[in-house]
Every structure is written in structure tokens, then in C-alpha cells.
């Protein structure tokens, strides 16, 4: 799984995500050092556009007007419902604070509905609990909990 990475320069992690949308913040010393064997461009939050992050800041400004933004942000546990577009499938998701999932209950069209956990997944990325789009998502912990329960359990890897 790629992304694209730089040394962002900024007063702190949480000033970063608050004004860019859908990034991840990586600090993590071991990752940090990984990082710092490769040429990284740098740039500063506050640079002036056109620059790497301009996007991003773009998407977070339009985002900031919106119902919902942010109120997912700051949570210990995050609990979702998702279900796409003519989708029958539905996910239940509990996310961490950090916007990635921690377990998920994928609910099929026939109610029968299997539970998953990080263990199960080769890719997590994080959800950015800032995008206003999750707030409406929102479900109860105990939603949640009760269809965890009655799902059963089918490694997917």
C-alpha cells in the first residue's frame, strides 16, 4: 500500500490533521527512523499554495463548513455503520482513535453476518475522523456490541 510521504514542519501532529484532510500523521520513532533514510522534500504547513499539502488543506476548508466535522475526532472508540451505494452488504465498524478499524461485523443481504478483527486484515488505513461524511455514520457502542456477539468468527487471511 503506497502513499506519498514528506517531513511536514508544523507546531504539532494534531495541527496537521486538523488542517489537512485524509493524511496520516506518522510518529512512530522506529517508523521516524525508517523514514529518515530516504530524501524526504520537506514542507511547512503554512506554506503558501501551490505547494504538496495544498490539496489537502483545500479539502479540509471545504469539509470545515459541513455538519458533523470533527465531532468523530479526539474519541477513544469511534462505532460505524456503512453500507455503499445499492450495496446490500453492511459493515459495523469500531475504529480507534486514531481512525483505524480495531473490529468490524460485515452484515450480509441473508442477515448472516461474520466478524472480523486487526488480525484478520493485511491493510488498515485509517479513517480521517475529521471528514464530516462519518458523523452521520454514527452508531451506539452497544449496536455495535450486540451484532459482534451474535456474528461468528471466519479468518479472512
Given amino acids: 500500500m503506497g502513499g506519498l510521504w514528506w517531513w511536514v514542519w508544523a507546531e504539532s501532529a494534531q495541527e496537521i490533521v486538523r488542517v489537512c484532510a485524509e493524511v496520516e500523521v506518522v510518529t512512530d520513532p522506529e517508523a521516524v527512523e525508517r523514514a529518515t533514510a530516504g530524501a524526504l522534500e520537506e514542507v511547512h504547513l503554512d506554506a503558501p499554495d501551490p505547494n504538496p499539502l495544498s490539496s489537502f488543506r483545500e479539502r479540509r476548508?471545504?469539509?470545515?463548513?459541513q455538519p458533523g466535522?470533527?465531532?468523530?475526532?479526539?474519541?477513544?472508540?469511534?462505532?460505524?455503520?456503512?453500507?455503499?451505494?445499492?450495496?446490500?452488504?453492511?459493515?459495523?465498524?469500531?475504529?480507534?482513535?486514531?481512525?483505524?478499524?480495531?473490529?468490524?461485523?460485515?452484515?450480509g443481504s441473508d442477515g448472516g453476518a461474520v466478524?472480523?478483527?486487526?488480525?484478520?486484515?493485511?491493510?488498515?488505513?485509517?479513517?480521517?475522523?475529521?471528514?464530516?461524511q462519518y458523523a452521520s455514520l454514527e452508531i451506539s457502542c452497544d449496536d455495535f456490541e450486540e451484532a459482534w456477539h451474535r456474528a461468528r468468527h471466519e479468518p479472512q487471511w
Fill in 69 to 107: 466535522f470533527g465531532v468523530l475526532a479526539g474519541r477513544d472508540r469511534v462505532y460505524l455503520r456503512w453500507q455503499e451505494d445499492g450495496d446490500e452488504e453492511i459493515l459495523l465498524m469500531e475504529l480507534g482513535p486514531d481512525g483505524r478499524r480495531l473490529r468490524q461485523v460485515e452484515i
Fill in 61 to 65: 476548508s471545504a469539509q470545515r463548513g
Fill in 115 to 132: 466478524k472480523t478483527s486487526v488480525e484478520d486484515w493485511p491493510f488498515n488505513p485509517p479513517y480521517d475522523l475529521y471528514d464530516p
